[in-house]
């Protein structure tokens, strides 16, 4: 794109990275109404996968700004996934009892992700400003100037009253900012392909985490006869050839899989693991989004869903503060509501990472025998599966139904876009103030008010905003 006679030198938000963290919060200000502009140093939006497995709790954000509908349509939908060893299915978690309009895990490459993001925001009147790269960032009251490259090499500036630096793990953003990202780089390393694959049978459609004598292997099927395979790696080992995927699949992968052909390699890397989260995600009037923000073991499809609810999360704070006079105070919460969050996350994925990749062949039968038996016992499988969906993040300190800080079902309150909703036992009080969606519901005691990220907010976080008396 030749970006020289409509280069933009101010907005409201400067959004660093088209990204699946950046188009979300960008279709979200957008479609909320407020400016923002959107730069990424790649050339074209990405063709690779990473990112497979959108979860519940995504899509119901998702559905908010319009995107879910057209992805549900292009994926995978197993309604759950799979631990086995090469043998014998071991546990099976089943998204079944997920309280969400969404019980299952959506299938589908990051790249188609994207497509899609990038044409909502499109529909919404926006562009993406490819080829532009983030050198800057230096205070400008009221806001920052932001100092870019342009794909004709040219320096330019861009003054933002607010910045968001949604440029994934190597953040230039968060480099200038000084803001530290402490973690570790456990000794962790995985190779991961996408195939074509024939004789995946039709009565398995759901993603296989396969733990071998000989190391772990995730099997997936994706969209249009394609298949992702994910295996632990000695550090060092190369991007797998098609023999090597073939290879693994046979020595590692379930029974039922074993008959089937890889006919093409497709793409094919490997990644070290890195656990890392940044110590602040807010400094001033910028923030860190997605994997800006932290990062850690893709084992559990969790990564990219966590930046799409950082955006949420931020979203409709930047609207409150930029159209509706809420003070800037309000903004503090996204640190405070989302590096908790993050911290639990890696603990999260690093839990799984280490029982999927255990050497000791008598660890690896414990662990096989107990997960076995686990999948016998009440409720194991339900709350499991209630973390890997992220259903049940909130912020609060209650997890009794709409407690504060806790999550609705979007059915709930008909939640089809970004504005605030209330749900009522009777009639709406009368001086409700505009845009609120109101919900009758028999199932709640006393006023709820749901958040645009579908959050109950208490009730001084009501008063702040809306200066009336909503909710507990
Ligand atoms: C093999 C693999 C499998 C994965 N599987 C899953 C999964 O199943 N589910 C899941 O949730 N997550 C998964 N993840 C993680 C997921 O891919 C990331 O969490 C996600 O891409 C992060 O999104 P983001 O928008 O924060 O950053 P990114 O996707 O990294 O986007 C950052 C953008 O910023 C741009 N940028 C960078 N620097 C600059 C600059 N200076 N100026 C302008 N633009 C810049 C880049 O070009 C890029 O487009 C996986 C990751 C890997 C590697």
Known sequence: MNTKHEFPTSTDVLIVGAGPAGMTLAISLQQLGVDCVVIDRAPEAPDDTRAAFVQPRSLEYLRRIQVAGAMIDDGVKPRGFAFADPER??????????????PFLLIIPQWQTQRHLDQRFAELGGSVLRGVRLLDLVPEFPGSAATVVDSDGALRVINARFVAGCDGVHSRVRDRLGIG???????QMFAVADVRFD??????VETAFTLSPHGMLITSPLPKDMVRVVASVAPGTQAPTQQDVADLIQTRGPRWLR?????????????????????????GNTFLVGDAAHTHSPAGGQGMNTGIQDAANLAWKLHHVMRAGAPESLLDSYDAE????????????????????LTGQKQRQMRNDILAALSQVPGVTEALSVRFSQIAIGYGDSNEPFAPGTRVN??????????????????????LPPGFKVTVSKEVPHLVAVRPDGIVAGA?????????????
């Open 259 to 283: 008959n089937g052909t890889v006919t093409k390699l497709l793409s094919s890397a490997t990644w070290h693991v890195q656990e890392r989260v940044a110590t602040q995600f807010r400094q």
């Open 89 to 102: 299915d071991l546990f099976r978690l089943s998204y079944d009892s997920v309280d969400s309009p969404y």
């Open 410 to 431: 979007p059915d709930a309150i008909g939640a089809d876009d970004l504005a605030w909703s209330l749900l009522t036992p009777d009639a709406a009080p009368p001086d």
């Open 181 to 187: 990202f402490p973690g570790s780089s456990p000794q």
């Open 338 to 357: 989302r590096r908790p969050n993050a911290q639990q996350l890696i603990e999260f994925t690093h839990q799984i990472a280490t029982l999927a990749t």
């Open 460 to 472: 001084e976080e009501v008063h702040e905003l809306f200066g009336c008396n909503l909710g507990q």
């Open 199 to 204: 004789g995946w049978p039709a009565d398995r």
